[in-house]
T-cell receptor, first 113, second 112 residues
Framework: GNSVTQMEGPVTLSEEAFLTINCTYTATGYPSLFWYVQYPGEGLQLLLKATKADDKGSNKGFEATYRKETTSFHLEKGSVQVSDSAVYFCALSDGSGYSTLTFGKGTMLLVSP | SQTIHQWPATLVQPVGSPLSLECTVEGTSNPNLYWYRQAAGRGLQLLFYSVGIGQISSEVPQNLSASRPQDRQFILSSKKLLLSDSGFYLC???????????FGSGTRLTVV
């Protein structure tokens, strides 16, 4: 079956540091890949997505590239801010009509001033 | 624009009591609807999904049930809550394929 593996957190960084959160996946076929962000006490928001190999999703300074050869979709940001502190979830959709998403366990990011 | 409403935001219920959580979607027709649970340290677990009125698929057999009485309404229920039902419940909708989900703001359920 499908699965998503994320690096365990929390990831603790100082403001303006470089961020990488690793995500690898196992899936049949050609899944779409997503990063969601969850701020404290809130639901999940779509951060970015990529639908085919070598696509790069980007939003709010975050980027992730769909690497089929390494089955990875690592999240990066060049300079984090305190407001980026949240839990980040990597997810995949197998593209079936039911569109069920398989999520990783989430990685908490804590950014200090 | 499409919006999703989920309520209540927080709920404290005694063991053995019933549960009803409601989710409604506006601004779209015939969405796929989903209930997820987020337990502490365990990520997101898909509980139920629905592709149409009256059509419910269960991913994990447990103490919960779901119903879709109207196109844009999705209800999560239990007849008797267990302590293990505590968690953060999220409703979501999608139009399919690579669109991803739009999530509601969640319900924090504590069973005491």
């Amino acid at each position: 079956g499908n699965s998503v593996t994320q690096m365990e957190g929390p990831v603790t960084l100082s403001e303006e540091a470089f961020l990488t959160i690793n995500c690898t996946y196992t899936a049949t076929g050609y899944p779409s890949l997503f990063w969601y962000v969850q701020y404290p006490g809130e639901g999940l928001q779509l951060l970015l997505k990529a639908t085919k190999a070598d696509d790069k999703g980007s939003n709010k300074g975050f980027e992730a590239t769909y690497r089929k050869e390494t089955t990875s979709f690592h999240l990066e940001k060049g300079s984090v801010q305190v407001s980026d502190s949240a839990v980040y979830f990597c997810a995949l959709s197998d593209g079936s009509g039911y569109s069920t998403l398989t999520f990783g366990k989430g990685t908490m990011l804590l950014v200090s001033p | 624009s499409q919006t999703i409403h989920q309520w209540p935001a927080t709920l404290v219920q005694p063991v053995g009591s019933p549960l009803s959580l409601e989710c409604t979607v506006e601004g779209t027709s015939n969405p796929n609807l989903y209930w997820y649970r987020q337990a502490a340290g365990r990520g997101l677990q898909l509980l139920f999904y629905s592709v149409g009125i009256g059509q419910i698929s269960s991913e994990v057999p447990q103490n919960l049930s779901a119903s879709r009485p109207q196109d844009r309404q999705f209800i999560l229920s239990s007849k008797k809550l267990l302590l293990s039902d505590s968690g953060f419940y999220l409703c979501a909708w999608a139009t399919g394929g690579a669109a991803g989900y739009t999530f509601g703001s969640g319900t924090r359920l504590t069973v005491v």
